[in-house]
């Protein structure tokens, strides 16, 4: 059964760096697509972007300039990062295999002083 | 950037049928978008009910179903049951699945 893990710290200061990490069982991190989606508290899905297996990356338009998803197959594992946080990037931060095939049960990131 | 549309809020009576939609913005949806639909429940992580406009996962219940309909992807529970009451949100695919959520519709059955 493939299995997907968040993990990373839950509170970030104000400007500073998010970074998580999604630990893959079950499965190669060496196939697929791989996700990063996030949702605010009392609010909707929102997609951050995916790395393909081959190391391609697709973002979305609105984080693009702050996001980098990253591959380390020695671990199976690949990681989110998001630069100058803000009191609005403040989220349950889920990684997925493929599109949302598979899910991992989610992480709550604060971002506070 | 593309908007998903989906209906806020919807309720169907137990053993009801009810069909939730998913526009976007840039016209008419089709496979090409690889509609996706989830279902979350308070508390929960989503999980996927439906992907490839009409393939499902293991564990998906034989009375959900996705298809295209009306230019827009549609997910259809027939015979709904009281588990079912949730969060469904849907995911379209824009250039190189480039993915953009559904503002979700909160389902009530009642």
């Known amino acids: 059964q493939v299995q997907l893990q968040e993990s990373g710290p839950g509170l970030v200061k104000p400007s500073e760096t998010l970074s998580l990490t999604c630990t893959v069982s079950g499965d190669s991190i060496s196939s697929y697509y791989w996700t990063w989606i996030r949702q605010p508290p009392g609010k909707g899905l929102e997609w951050i972007g995916y790395?393909?297996?081959?190391?391609?990356?697709n973002y979305s338009p609105s984080l693009e300039s702050r996001v980098t998803i990253s591959l380390d197959t020695s671990k199976n594992q690949f990681s989110l990062k998001l630069t100058s946080v803000t009191a609005a990037d403040t989220a349950v931060y889920y990684c997925?295999?493929?599109?949302?095939?598979?899910w991992g049960p989610g992480t709550l990131v604060t971002v506070s002083s | 950037q593309a908007v998903v549309t989906q209906e806020p809020s919807l309720t169907v009576s137990p053993g009801g049928t009810v069909t939730l939609t998913c526009g976007s913005s840039t016209g008419v949806v089709t496979s090409g978008h690889y509609p996706y639909w989830f279902q979350q429940k308070p508390g929960q992580a989503p999980r996927t009910l439906i992907y490839d406009t009409s393939k499902k996962h293991s564990w998906t219940p034989a009375r959900f179903s996705g298809s295209l309909l009306g230019g827009k992807a549609a997910l259809t529970l027939s015979g709904a049951q009281p588990e079912d009451e949730a969060e469904y949100y849907c995911?379209?695919?824009?250039?190189?699945?480039?993915?953009?959520f559904g503002g979700g519709t909160k389902l009530t059955v009642l």
């Open positions: 997925a295999r493929s599109h949302g095939y598979f």
């Open positions: 995911l379209l695919g824009y250039s190189n699945f480039r993915g953009v």
């Open positions: 790395i393909h297996y081959s190391g391609s990356t």
